[in-house]
């Protein structure tokens, strides 16, 4: 396989069944090892495994020196456990039965310092009784609404209110705020840490305004990928910075946030299968394979064929317009950068595991389910 990139080679493709996510592992350490000099000190790091969902992309940061671990999912918590993780934070308010898996993983992992988010009193009241009556506790932190308004609660007396249920509640300790800004997209970095300290600001004064009811506020934990860079550069000692995309990277991080200088390393294997006219291919890489939550055309690049206009795609199917289709037989093999990564990898059971330039193994995706044994 010929590409643009030497980091991308694969010397033999022919036991890869396409399409394939194809996990560059050498680059996949280089982003850590990156986000790790990005963070300052690797102890202020508390990163988000929602993009990779496989246990050996967590042993490498646990290797790295990586301590402190953030999940969406009891099974992404369970894969982090597996991975050798002692502190994981399950940043997703618990309702249904999530409050009795609660207890079940802080029965079944009772040596790893585990903490979830709430931002109602109804799930606060139940979570403790839960815990109470099973003689267990658990850290929550308050999960805070910084303007995307997704979830959590927006500083103020709510939130004071709640962050004392938190204090008062048998089987609760309260572990601090969850501060997630996902609706910061500004290009510009200026931009950026402007909307960064907007955000910033105002929970520094709520945190105050808890201490002084005697509540301990033992950390915040802040932004995602984006504005893990404005984080990064505050000195606040209970911070800790949240990134996770960065670790694979994608075309869409790329593009929205060219000052994060890490390295597409999860790439898709894909085959010719028809070249139905003289201007067109047809690939094996429909969104079974791609994420379709980004608009048709735009789901994926080709950097070995920068002028494909994406024109169909299908469950199965990609169809793109070329001036370069006649350079392609059936059979021929291209990769391609996903647009949005993290749902992408979700798709895959199983990735193709390449280190320099050879297939080394085979990785699960394990914690695409929702549940492992919890």
Known sequence: MVVMDDCYRIDDTSSIISPALIVFVDLVEQNIKQMI???????????????????????????????????????????????????????????????????????????????????????IQQLSAAMSAAGETIEVLLDVDTGMHRTGATVGAQALELYGQLAAAQGLLPGGLHVYDGQNHQRSTDDRRAAVDACWVPVLEFRDQLRNQGWPVPRIVAGGTGSFPMYAEKEEPTLELSPGTIIFNDVGYRDAFPDLKFTPAALLLTRVIS????????????????????????????????????????????????????????????????????????????????????????????????????
Not at 66 to 72: D, E, G
Not at 79 to 92: P, S, T
Not at 110 to 117: K, L, Y
């Open 37 to 123: 000099s990005g963070a300052r000190d690797v102890g202020r790091l508390r990163p988000h495994c929602k993009t990779h969902k496989m246990r050996e992309v967590a042993e490498i940061g646990v290797r790295l020196g990586i301590t402190k671990h953030k999940a969406a999912t009891f099974a992404e918590a369970e894969m982090l456990v597996a991975a050798g993780a002692k502190d994981v934070f399950l940043a997703y308010n618990l309702v249904g039965p999530n409050i009795g898996r609660a207890v079940a993983f802080r029965q079944k992992y009772p040596d790893v310092t585990f903490s979830v988010t709430a931002d109602h009193p109804r799930p």
């Open 275 to 374: 070249c139905p006219t003289p201007t067109r291919v047809t690939f094996d890489l429909g969104y079974k394979a791609v994420s379709g939550d980004q608009p048709e055309g735009r789901r994926l690049e080709f950097p070995d064929l920068p002028d494909a206009h994406q024109i169909l795609q299908n469950e199965e199917h990609l169809c793109v317009e070329t001036e370069r289709a006649g350079d392609f037989q059936p059979g021929d093999e291209l990769l391609a950068i996903p647009r949005h990564i993290c749902p992408t990898t979700a798709l895959h059971r199983q990735v193709v595991v390449v280190s320099g330039g050879r297939v080394t193994d085979r990785w699960d995706v394990v914690a695409r389910d929702r549940q492992l044994t919890i």
